[in-house]
């Protein structure tokens, strides 16, 4: 079946710093890939997604680059701030059956000013 | 205003008792869902309803039963509760079923089975 695996947690950086998550994934089709973020006592929200391969998504000045020859997603930002903080999911929906999204594990990501 | 809210925010309660948690969205999506996340915070969705007909229905014990009265509500009632049920309860929603569309999440409801 679809799973996704994102790098163990818990990550700690100082602001300013460069910050990369990986994920990657196991899928049949051509899935769509989400990173959702998580903030402390709040639901998921969309930071940013991709749907075919080669494809860019980026928001707040996070970017993550959907490859299908490494099946990767990995999300970066190249200076984090103390307002990063927050849990990061990867997530993949296929394109076929019930299309359900299906989640990483989660990173836990704590910027230190 | 609130685009997906839950009730209540938490719940407490102890073992053998029969819960609900509310969900609305004022977002004229059709599809919505409910996600389970445990302690470690994985999450994985259980149920999914698509203008009120249950189309997702995860390997979720019996004793969980979904109802959406209309497309803005999902409820989930929780029958004879156990230890095991205590996590954080998401529902979202979407404006279609397909995977490729953005789902917007509710601030969930912690439940904590004593």
Redesign the interface.
């Known amino acids: 079946g679809n799973s996704v695996t994102q790098m163990e947690g818990p990550v700690t950086l100082s602001e300013e710093a460069f910050l990369t998550i990986n994920c990657t994934y196991t899928a049949t089709g051509y ?2 890939l989400f990173w959702y973020v ?1 903030y402390p ?6 930071l940013l ?1 991709a ?1 075919k391969a080669d494809d860019k998504g980026s928001n707040k000045g996070f970017e993550a680059t959907y490859r299908k020859e490494t099946t990767s997603f990995h999300l970066e930002k190249g200076s984090v701030q103390v307002s990063d903080s927050a ?1 990061y ?1 990867c997530a ?4 076929r059956g ?4 299906v ?1 990483g ?2 990173t ?1 990501l704590t910027i230190n000013p | 205003d609130t685009a997906v809210s839950q009730t209540p925010k938490y719940l407490v309660t102890q073992m053998g008792n029969d819960k609900s948690i509310k969900c609305e969205q004022n977002l004229g999506h059709d599809t919505m869902y409910w996600y389970k996340q445990d302690s470690k915070k994985f999450l994985k969705i259980m149920f999914s309803y698509n203008n009120k007909e249950l189309i997702i229905n995860e390997t979720v014990p019996n004793r969980f039963s979904p109802k959406s009265p209309d497309k803005a509500h999902l409820n989930l009632h929780i029958n004879s509760l156990e230890l095991g049920d205590s996590a954080v309860y998401f529902c979202a929603s979407s404006p279609g079923p397909g995977g490729r569309y953005e789902q917007y999440f509710g601030p969930g409801t912690r439940l904590t089975v004593t």
Not at chain 1, 41 to 46: D, K, N, Y
Not at chain 1, 92 to 95: A, I, P, T
Not at chain 1, 98 to 101: E, R, T
């Open positions: 899935p769509s998580q006592g709040e639901g998921l929200q969309l997604k749907t849990v999911f993949l929906s296929d394109d019930a299309q359900k999204l989640f594990q989660g836990r």
